[in-house]
């Protein structure tokens, strides 16, 4: 069974940073690429990351580009998002989720139940 | 504002058609396929439909996508209250080299 369990949310102060770490398992976890995706409170889905199966390519949304950072661990299974200069904005819940390589449209195919972030002092 | 529109919200009754309509560019939709997802409260979202028109497995075939120029839907045929819930489209962006959301479209069955 596809699992993707998301950890390492919390308060935390604006200008503050965090790492969320994203544990998969029940697929080969290097065959696929891997995003991030947020929902803010009351709001819809954005995009924020993608990595590529091998990690050596990265697109960051706008709004957060220059301040977060996607890594992988493909020895260990796991995501990880780097997120500093935080802001009120980015609060919300982080999903990782699952992109198999080579699909038209880029679907992604497996989500996380969420890690919550909260950016306030 | 999201990048591809939705209708905010969507109703109808058991057994009744409900399509939820996604507008986006050439850049997006138009150059690239669609997928939806579904919320349902308190749930991670799941993949609906993907490369405009496929169902994953275990999808419902009262579920239908389509595509035509740069605009998408999603047809819900025969609708069960299990089907309340919000339905979002996405596709790929060349433009802004990531992915792009519609703003949500929640239904609910009267």
């Known amino acids: 069974e596809v699992q993707l369990v998301e950890s390492g949310g919390g308060l935390v102060q604006p200008g503050g940073s965090l790492r969320l770490s994203c544990a998969a398992s029940?697929?080969?976890?290097?065959?696929?690429?891997m995003n991030w995706v947020r929902q803010a409170p009351g709001k819809g889905l954005e995009w924020v990351s993608y990595?590529?199966?091998?990690?050596?390519?990265?697109f960051y949304a706008d709004s957060v580009k220059g301040r977060f950072t996607i890594s992988r661990d493909n020895a260990e299974n796991s995501l990880y998002l780097r997120m500093s200069s935080l802001r009120a904005e980015d609060t919300g819940i982080y999903y990782c989720a699952r992109e198999p390589v080579a699909v038209a449209g880029a679907p992604l195919d497996y989500w996380g139940q969420g890690t919550l972030v909260t950016v306030s002092s | 504002q999201s990048v591809l529109t939705q209708p905010p919200s969507a109703s109808g009754t058991p057994g009744q058609r409900v399509t939820i309509s996604c507008s986006g560019s050439s850049s997006n939709i138009g150059s690239n396929a669609v997928n939806w997802y579904q919320l349902l409260p308190g749930t991670a979202p799941k993949l609906l439909m993907y490369s405009n028109n496929q169902r994953p497995s275990g999808v419902p075939d009262r579920f239908s996508g389509s595509k035509s120029g740069t605009s998408a839907s999603l047809a819900i045929s025969g609708l069960q209250s299990e089907d309340e819930a919000d339905y979002y489209c996405a596709a790929w962006d060349g433009n802004l080299s990531g992915q792009v959301f519609g703003g949500g479209t929640r239904v609910t069955v009267l």
């Open positions: 990595i590529s199966a091998s990690g050596s390519t990265f």
């Open positions: 029940g697929f080969t976890f290097r065959s696929y690429e």
